[in-house]
């Protein structure tokens, strides 16, 4: 976590326990900003997929933070099939401010700066 960005890399394929693990993990670190509003890269470049199983937990675990002050989420990935995918299965990230970029660069940036318009307008 970088700020009140929270920095995720995931690589390779995902069942529902190791899904369960990083969703667990994820909570923790939005619990600890107190109610702070707050922003995500998820590095997905070296994702393969997932089970349908994951697939699951995951969209429950992004219902769980569209309750959150979540201001806006990047997702880094090259592969247009697997974003796709992403997209399919995980419809509350419709719900969420997210884009995907095929660069940490300009995901970074977008993130700071939809941050910095929050904060402006509190």
Known sequence: M????????LSGTFNKEGILRYCEHVKS???SLKGRPFAMLVDDIE???????????LQAYNLWL???RIVAKAIVIDNVV?????????????????????????????????????????
């Open 66 to 68: 569209s309750q959150q």
């Open 29 to 31: 670190l939005v619990i």
């Open 82 to 122: 697997t974003q796709a995918i992403i997209a399919q299965r995980t419809p509350e990230l419709a719900q969420q401010n997210t884009r995907y970029f095929n660069h940490i660069e300009e995901a970074s940036d977008w993130l700071v700066n939809s941050l910095n318009r929050v904060r402006q307008s509190t």
């Open 47 to 57: 994702v393969e997929g997932g089970t349908p199983e994951a697939h699951e937990e």
């Open 2 to 9: 970088k700020g009140d960005i929270i920095n995720v890399k």
